[in-house]
């Protein structure tokens, strides 16, 4: 089972920064914290990752709180074509169990 | 640099046939892992391989069954197929870091 829940849907105006939240309450001290998403029919993307210091790429911000027991994931300008499923994932890295295992996600209508 | 490439993009299928998915992990790659994914849900993980052989597997039926060759690449073959295993299936590659995801085949059984 996922270890993280996460929204079924949310809206955001085009332009304005989308914020994504996952709750990860039993996540353990050598989990990291994942982000992937999913346009319609496509194979998962991945986005960003993090420990338990906030991350930024050319993609998203990751913040993870200091408990490490949630997470937002924030898109700063969002896009038409950032509509998306988006994906929180708890994953040990390294070792043999580095599989990613999915809950049902949060659906991201960007809109117009 | 190809990216992870899956085929076929689509295939059909009848009950009880048998079939085979193909995928070329990112260049660098060493670990292939297949997922299935239902229509409205998350990606469920099958197996993974790494050095050729399974190395985890999740909680599918041996009609599941997959091999890695020495050059990364991996097949995944579902024998005796079901109208349940219609979805999208999913290859992803890894390293140490993040794994990246094909574009998937999208099984279809009738």
């Known amino acids: 089972d996922a270890k993280t829940t996460q929204p079924p849907s949310m809206d955001c105006a085009e332009g304005r920064a989308a914020n994504l939240p996952c709750n990860h309450s039993?996540?353990?001290?050598?989990?990291?914290v994942y982000w992937y998403r999913q346009i319609h029919s496509q194979g998962p993307q991945y986005i960003i990752h993090g420990l338990k210091n906030n991350e930024t790429n050319e993609m998203a911000s990751l913040i993870i709180t200091e408990d490490r027991k949630s997470s937002t994931l924030i898109l700063p300008h969002a896009t038409l074509r950032d509509t998306a499923v988006y994906y929180c994932i708890v994953r040990v890295v390294g070792g043999a169990t580095n599989k990613l295992i999915f809950g049902t996600g949060t659906l991201l209508a960007v809109q117009p | 640099d190809a990216g992870v490439t899956q085929s076929p993009t689509h295939l059909i299928k009848t009950r009880g046939q048998q079939v085979t998915l193909r995928c070329s992990p990112k260049s660098g790659h060493d670990t292939v892992s297949w997922y299935q994914q239902a229509l409205g849900q998350g990606p469920q993980f099958i197996f993974q391989?790494?050095?050729?052989?399974?190395?985890q597997r999740g909680n599918f039926p041996d009609r599941f069954s997959g091999h890695q060759f020495p050059n990364y690449s991996s097949e995944l073959n579902v024998n005796a197929l079901l109208l349940g295993d219609s979805a999208l299936y999913l290859c992803?590659?890894?390293?140490?870091?993040?794994?990246?995801f094909g574009q998937g085949t999208r099984l279809t059984v009738v």
């Open positions: 391989y790494y050095e050729e052989e399974e190395r």
């Open positions: 039993t996540i353990s001290g050598n989990e990291y």
């Open positions: 992803a590659s890894s390293s140490t870091g993040e794994a990246f």
